[in-house]
């Protein structure tokens, strides 16, 4: 025996009321385990969400690398990132290591 259509839909909207029914549950449930953890340690809304340019920065980022390469005609260097200059394109870099 098959289902209608109508009696499909009617089943997925009790799922979904009843799918929505448990995560409010369980978010209720969450943001008490939440408040209390932040209540037993004292914590402040700056200690869990911090703001700020140096909370998203990386640590790595904006550090400079020091050159692996130099060109012995020119002195021109390169760190061996990115795209590689012409100079040593093409060749063996372990002859232009500093």
Do not use: C, H
């Not at 943001?31 to 340019?53: K, M, N």
């Not at 692996?68 to 795209?83: I, S």
């Amino acid at each position: 025996m098959t289902e209608s259509y109508k009696e499909l839909l009617k089943q997925r909207e009790d799922l979904e009321k009843r799918i929505n029914d448990a995560r409010r549950q369980e978010l209720s449930a969450a943001i008490a385990q939440v408040r209390g953890l932040v209540a037993e340690y004292g914590l402040t809304s700056q200690d869990v969400f911090p703001t700020g340019r140096a909370a998203r920065a990386s640590t790595t980022s904006g550090v400079k690398v020091a050159p692996k390469y130099r060109n012995p005609e020119t002195g021109e260097t390169w760190t061996g990132r990115g795209k590689a200059p012409k100079w040593i394109q093409n060749q063996d870099r372990e002859k232009f290591a500093i």
